[in-house]
């Protein structure tokens, strides 16, 4: 192992302290174990190991195995603006380092009761230094490897505001988890394992393949439901990453793991790139998942924006945004999906099913149902076939309520239904329906109906979902979801949620913790309760792609209009039918006065 060539520590000049971005280091115990295992990087660190109690504010230890700090440095490295990574003269503006302020050592310190011992390569013992509040200070000497541990107990134990703003240890430890996954992701090169009261959240191993180091965040789906994309950004620098494919697309954004330089970031402008490259591939409510790295030169990205560092700024953002969707685009369509049979061969009982062209028909088009039997060259290779797959006739709906008579014709892709109306056509999404029903009934009775599996599924759970599930038990017991630990990150689903004859998937359960875990999405209803009832009535509902009977939509939306006569969209906004009334389509088709 070689460890990078170090420069003793020193105080910036007063200029560059100036410039540095002023504000808040350490919010909470995330950005503490986020700011110790940048350091452990810094210091060439291979394994870095990070334990916590409490969620971190009773206690967060890191330990690596990096170059170690000098005894003679001990007392400079805790003092504010003093850094081994930004030499006398160096500007700020090539930062090779994730560190580069001098700042994060000193504000924990103020703000806990800190200890840290190093020891350097050239030595046989380890020094030691304690501070509370950066008072008291004590040096000692001890036994240890080469390498540093730095372990911050009681975090702003003297600054009583700030620890009000803490959360529930739980919620706390997820925030942790998701730190330690990014920074990892990040770095998968650095081993990185995460400890929270004693049990073993997260064994992240060393692995220069990011395929890999995907796996182990954001689950084994990875593993053959992902594409590559690992290309130039012409004249602006490079892109490496692992995308799921459209159908892993998440309900928020947060798994989406963004680095520059192997630095992590958050940024609006590149995960809106990302996502932009999915546009018609997942439904607007949906957020790609994955890990993409961007190597830009040093010079065009500032990372002096943010006090955490949390955000960069591009030299030329929208330059760079639009090369990433450009470059993701072309991979995800370029890349052969596993789960679709080749090119011109029909899925199900096609030459029997009417087709919905999605294109101008051939001109040599032949009489309804043949077309499906021959090669269709017209079509664009990406476009999925789609169609109205026969049903058998289903009973009409009669009129009620305000609501016209429906008789329905099919079902596309097992999404859209299909019916005419004494005035035109309707468009039912029946997930965003079954959702809605859900939600009304979650709301109305806090609890949904579970159904015992007799044969129970064991699933594996990344280390964030099993600490959204630590953090909402109730909440995931009342959906209808019981899961119990099954060793290792394995668990195992013993009943879920079950409505009007309808069972969730086990596997759901999953989803619902993934939500659970980023708390937020952007078309979320109000209120706390709304929203948890909105993501399991998300997850559990019939989803797109589930095949239903058509009584069992009927039945749907006979409930939805007893229930919610008003109510035209899911609890996310979504809509869930569309009328195109007779008029609408004379216009389309331009027979406005021409008569039928
Ligand atoms: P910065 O990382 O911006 O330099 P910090 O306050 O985080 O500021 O750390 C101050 C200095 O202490 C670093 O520049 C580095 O020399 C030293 N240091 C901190 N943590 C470690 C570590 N885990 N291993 C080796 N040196 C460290
Ligand atoms: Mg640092």
């Not at 409510?285 to 190597?295: D, S």
Request: glycine letters at 8%.
């Amino acid at each position: 192992m070689s460890l990078p060539e170090r420069r003793p520590i020193h105080r910036l000049d007063p200029t560059t302290i100036q410039r540095i971005a002023a504000g808040e280091v350490v919010e909470r115990p995330a950005s503490v174990v986020k700011e110790l295992v940048e350091n452990a990087i810094d210091a060439g660190a291979t394994a870095v190991s990070v334990r916590i109690q409490g969620g971190g504010i009773r206690r967060i230890e890191v330990a690596d195995d990096g170059s170690g700090i000098p005894p003679e440095e001990l007392d400079v490295a805790l003092e504010r603006h003093a850094t081994s990574k930004l030499g006398p003269g160096d500007g700020l503006e090539r930062i090779d380092t994730l560190g580069f302020r001098g700042e994060a050592l000193a504000s924990i310190a103020h703000v806990s009761r800190l200890r840290l011992v190093s020891r350097t390569p050239d030595r046989s013992e380890a020094a030691g230094i304690a501070t509370a509040a950066s008072r008291d200070v004590q040096r000692f000497e001890e036994g240890r490897s080469v390498g540093t541990t730095v372990e911050v107990v009681d975090l702003f134990f003297n600054t009583p505001a700030r620890r009000k703003f803490l959360h529930a240890p739980a919620v706390e430890q997820l925030e942790v988890a998701r730190a330690v996954e990014h920074l990892y992701l990040a770095h998968p090169s650095v081993a990185l394992r995460l400890e929270s009261d004693g049990r073993e959240i997260a064994e992240f191993p060393a692995t220069r393949d990011l395929r890999e180091a995907s796996v182990h965040v954001l689950g084994r789906e990875m593993l053959e439901q992902s594409f590559t994309v690992d290309t130039e950004l012409p004249g602006l620098g490079r892109i490496e990453g692992v995308l799921g494919r459209p159908h892993l697309a998440a309900g928020n954004a947060r798994r989406l793991y963004l680095s520059v330089n192997g630095r992590t970031i958050e940024s609006r402008s590149i995960a809106q790139a990302v996502r932009a490259a999915f546009v018609q591939y997942i439904p607007r409510t949906r957020f790609p998942i994955g890990v993409v790295h961007l190597e830009i030169p040093l010079d065009h990205v500032d990372v002096n924006v943010h006090p955490t560092k949390r955000e960069v700024r591009f030299a030329r953002e929208s330059e760079v945004a639009d090369a990433i969707r450009v470059a993701v685009r072309r991979a995800l369509i370029s890349a052969p999906d596993p789960a679709r049979p080749p090119e011109g061969v029909p899925r199900g009982r096609a030459a029997e099913s009417r087709s919905f062209a999605s294109g101008p028909p051939p001109k040599d088009s032949g009489p309804e149902g043949s077309p499906a039997a021959r090669p269709r060259r017209w079509a664009p290779a990406a476009v999925v076939q789609r169609r109205l797959s026969d049903m058998p006739p289903v009973p009409g709906l009669e009129a009620r309520r305000g609501r016209p008579a429906i008789a329905l014709l099919g079902v596309l892709d097992a999404l859209y239904w299909v019916g005419t109306t004494p005035t035109g056509l309707v468009l039912i999404d029946q997930h965003a329906a079954s959702e809605r029903l859900l939600f009304e009934a979650l709301l109305a009775d806090g609890r949904l109906a579970r159904q015992i599996l007799v044969d129970p599924l064991t699933i594996p759970l990344t280390a964030s979902e099993r600490a959204a599930w630590e953090a909402h038990r109730g909440a995931v017991r009342n959906a209808g979801f019981e899961i119990e630990p099954f060793g290792g990150d394995r668990f195992r689903v013993t009943s879920v949620p079950a409505y009007r004859g309808h069972r969730a998937r086990p596997e759901a359960v999953r989803e619902l913790l993934d939500e659970l875990a980023a708390g937020t999405r952007p078309t979320n209803p109000d209120g706390i309760v709304e929203r948890v009832a909105a993501s399991i009535a998300c997850h559990t509902a019939i989803r797109a792609g589930d095949p239903i009977a058509p009584e069992e939509l009927v039945r749907v939306l006979d409930a939805l209009y007893e229930k919610a006569p008003a109510v035209y969209s899911c609890p996310h906004g979504r809509p869930i039918l569309l009328e195109l009334p007779r008029s609408r389509l004379d216009q389309w088709f331009l027979r406005t006065g021409v008569g039928p």
